[in-house]
């Protein structure tokens, strides 16, 4: 027996046909290839897979604080386009003992902004990433310390298809690791 062969025969046995062995060994040099580029693929989504975190990541972002909202979300009922722009405000606080940093504040479309009332002072307003720069906003919120986060809602933004209910989101990314989250929704009217 051929040293090749010996490898079909492990493989498929006495049983295989005989039509089917010459089209393996036929086709052979196509079925390696296609084996290795099988191979390379793999290789190449797997060597893309961001790591996981790790328990020393997990660890860090334990002693870190976290951001409590008062209200994490907020239903503006039925409103009109025709009545103009809607406007929330929601209360955050930071209840751990650790300082948590804002890095930054964006919203999930161009209808809706966000800005940040602290010690007196307007952050603000941010809006959608890629209708301009959501520049850092980089505030820090101390234990206990309460901001107030102002959202505003424009219902005709999207024109006479913007009818219907909708729902929103505003992100604030901060040292703690997942984008704090504040959500809200209505049933919008000509």
């Known amino acids: 027996m051929h040293p090749n062969n010996r490898v079909y025969y492990y493989l498929f046995g006495q049983n295989m046909k005989l ?16 084996g290795v580029l099988v191979l390379a693929i793999w290789l190449l989504v797997w060597s893309a897979t961001p790591p996981s ?16 909202a008062d ?8 409103i009109s386009m025709a009545a103009g722009k809607v406007t929330h405000i ?21 209808c809706t902004t966000a800005s ?4 007196g002072q307007t952050y603000g307003p941010f809006g959608m990433p890629g209708h301009g720069v959501v520049p850092s906003i ?40 997942k984008p704090f989250e504040l959500k809200f929704s209505a049933f919008v009217t000509p």
Do not use: W
């Open 138 to 177: 980089d505030q820090t919120l101390n234990s206990g310390q309460e901001v107030e986060i102002a959202v505003t809602f424009d219902p005709s933004a999207h024109g006479p298809a913007g009818v219907g209910k909708i729902s929103r989101v505003v992100y604030l990314d901060n040292n703690a690791g």
């Open 19 to 34: 039509s089917t062995k010459l089209a393996i060994k036929k086709h052979k040099s196509k079925i390696l290839g296609a």
């Open 53 to 68: 975190e790790t328990a020393s990541q997990e660890t860090a972002n334990a002693n870190v604080g976290m951001l409590v």
């Open 116 to 119: 940040m009332m602290k010690d």
């Open 71 to 78: 209200e994490p979300s907020f239903d503006f009922g039925t």
């Open 90 to 110: 929601f209360k955050v606080k930071n209840t751990s003992a650790d300082p948590v940093i804002v890095k930054k504040m964006y919203t999930s479309c161009m």
